[in-house]
Nanobody, 126 residues
């Protein structure tokens, strides 16, 4: 069972923006590298963005580079995903999860655990 809770999804028109939030229940995300993933109906889950535990580095999928921004607020123990210039292809269920890191001290789109929360639904449609 996931200890991470996502919020902030909704219905938005193409070109619009949303900010997703990820919080933890019963633990702290302080030491975790955190990632956002999304899954559209009939498609595999894919990594969207991740942020190193210290916030010192971030990664983005090519499809969202320049449009999405990941950040974390240690004081609030929250990870955010600011999504701008949304397109219908961005629709899906967005989930957050701890991720692994590379030897180069960057985060990678590989979940640390195999469990997922309910996620938050993002629908981009006119």
């Amino acid at each position: 069972q996931s200890h991470f809770v996502e919020s902030g999804g909704g219905l938005v028109q193409p070109g619009g923006s949303l900010r997703l939030s990820c919080t933890a229940s019963g633990l702290t995300m302080f030491y975790y590298h955190m990632g956002w993933f999304r899954q559209a109906p009939g498609k595999e889950r894919e990594g969207v963005s991740c942020i190193y535990s210290t916030g010192s580095s971030t990664n983005y999928a090519d499809a969202v580079k320049g449009r999405f921004t990941i950040s974390r607020d240690s004081a609030k123990d929250t990870v955010y995903l600011q999504m701008d210039s949304l397109t219908p292809e961005d629709s899906g269920t967005y989930s957050c999860a701890p991720v692994l890191s590379s030897p180069q001290a960057t985060c990678v789109f590989k979940p640390l655990y195999g469990s997922w929360g309910q996620g938050t639904q993002v629908t981009v449609s006119s």
